[in-house]
């Protein structure tokens, strides 16, 4: 490997220093890691719960009198607060060693034979310290074969919990949910084999995007020169033509070049991470991630803003589910009369382009003929919509009763259905077409920075106005002020167009 000549290189304590110094554009906040492993340990700890509870039910079955009931058994048993005492001793030790044995980390980082392996050492050593307190207190009142069974299912329910963890962070990765775009700086031969880790390793979370080459540095012949998509020059644009989340720097840059990375990551909400090896120093204490087999430390963590996001899903989720239940009735109506109105399919299924250029297929109830799509281009000169949007009054090929559903928007309620599957947002704005971002400009590719919504700023403030830019500009407001409370404004705000039948 290359070595950092003192001459060529300023010393990493002088960049750790000056990156130090850059403006900070946002408070860092809690990441999507951290929340996991929090809802992960609400789990474990519900885990716990429902073990002890069975764990009474069988241990002190046995020792029930006629007309005793458990709870008599379990107060006179040995005073309350020791009981909880021993109990919240095991749920301490549990969650300790849970995260020591690397339990509350990425679940796909390991085979799910290692991590079952865990999770039965962790769950016997925090039984066996339970045990341990136990007879430090000389406790000989508690059930030895309440704890027995509390260890037992709780081992058992643990270990079900991490086969559901997996099986959703499966799924999430399959529907690229989850995961990261990542660039590599240089083109060294540390640099080609992290994007052979990244390509070996997709189930990590990391989407591998393109090397980029640094000017003056030597690149490896090794390096595939289809995959060098640019110069660290062009790292801005880059960035948000491919929604950038890490960038990777895999080999030894001048100390103006990292600055700089950092400077534009900080702008674009990007993380940095470095291979130690070439900058030793530059970032202490931080600590280590593992690209493969590789380490890497963070010299510059984006703001996720995970919490929100957290809530904002879980809003989602609950609204989604209520809406679809008050509306079932509704629903069955309108399927009725989609399919004795026209000849066709009860929905219309069109593949959108969602958040990070992601592609799904999104569902609305059928409003047009069969063979609208083919009659758009005769149409083309009647568009009453300015750039790239088309929308025309009175369209032809609008059915009878899909007027009246545009009308009141009653054709979308299908997309609750991917408000539920994750891919859609109440909130956000509208899912383009492919065709559509074919023609984006690089400041438009922003509206796709996050889910895309049933509703949005547009839809409730400028849903008549014909002007494209007046459309996008709406939608990158929303991008950048977003906020749990901007949503609720925009809610209240679209049930009000929905009651007045003001759509298109």
């Known amino acids: 490997m290359a070595t950092i000549g003192l001459d060529t290189f300023p010393k990493q304590s002088l960049i750790s220093s000056k990156i130090n110094s850059l403006p900070v554009t946002g408070r860092r906040t809690a990441s999507h890691s951290n929340v996991t492993a929090a809802l992960m340990m609400v789990a474990d700890i519900g885990c716990v719960l429902i073990a002890l509870a069975l764990s009474l039910r069988f241990g002190l079955a046995s020792w029930l009198e006629p007309g005793e009931t ?166 801005r644009y880059l960035s948000k033509l491919h929604f950038v989340d890490e960038i990777i720097i895999a080999e030894c840059c001048s100390g103006s070049v990292v600055l700089n990375i950092v400077k534009i990551a900080r702008e674009c909400g990007i993380e940095v991470l470095v291979v130690p090896e070439f900058y030793d120093g530059i970032a202490p204490g931080a600590p280590v991630q593992y690209v493969g087999g590789f380490p890497v430390v963070s010299i510059h963590h984006r703001n996720e803003r995970a919490i929100a996001s957290f ?100 054709d979308e309620i299908p997309q609750i259905f991917n408000v539920l599957r994750g891919e859609m947002s109440l909130v956000g704005p509208r899912p383009p077409l492919a065709n559509e971002v074919q023609q984006y400009e690089l400041e438009h590719m922003r509206r796709l920075e996050v889910l895309p919504g049933l509703t949005g700023l547009w839809q409730v403030r400028a849903r008549q106005d014909p002007s494209f830019e007046r459309y996008v500009g709406l939608d990158l407001a929303y991008v950048e002020n977003w906020s749990i409370w901007l949503d609720f404004k925009i809610l209240i705000r679209t049930a009000k167009v929905v009651v007045c039948g003001t759509g298109s």
């Open 70 to 235: 458990l709870r008599h058994l379990v107060v006179s048993s040995a005073p309350l607060h020791w009981q909880l005492g021993y109990l919240a001793w095991f749920l301490l030790t549990l969650l300790l060693v849970a995260h020591h044995n690397g339990l509350y980390g990425s679940t796909l980082v390991t085979s799910m034979l290692n991590e079952q392996r865990r999770t039965v050492q962790s769950c016997l050593t925090a039984g066996s310290l339970l045990c341990g307190a136990m007879y430090m207190m000389h406790n000989v009142t508690i059930s030895r074969a309440v704890v027995i069974y509390l260890v037992c299912l709780t081992t058992c329910l643990l270990c079900i919990s991490r086969v559901w963890w997996r099986y959703v962070a499966v799924r999430r990765q399959a529907r690229g949910l989850d995961s990261r775009n990542v660039l590599v700086v240089g083109m060294s031969g540390m640099a080609l084999a992290l994007y052979r880790q990244i390509e070996r390793n997709r189930h990590s979370g990391r989407a591998f995007k393109g090397f980029l080459e640094v000017s003056g540095n030597h690149a490896s012949t090794q390096v595939p020169r289809e995959y060098v998509i640019g110069s660290v020059e062009q790292i």
């Open 311 to 410: 809530i904002k899903r879980i809003t989602d989720v609950v609204l989604s589910g209520v809406m679809l239940l008050l509306s079932l009735p509704l629903l069955l109506t309108i399927a009725a009369a989609v399919k004795l109105d026209s000849q066709g399919p009860l929905f219309y299924v069109s593949e959108r382009i969602g958040k990070k250029g992601r592609v799904f297929r999104c569902f609305k109830f059928r409003t047009m003929v069969i063979n609208a799509e083919q009659l758009k281009d005769s149409l083309a000169a009647q568009n009453e919509r300015s750039g790239i949007l088309f929308k025309i009054k009175n369209d032809p090929r609008i059915t009878r009763v899909g007027r009246v559903l545009r009308k009141y928007s009653l």
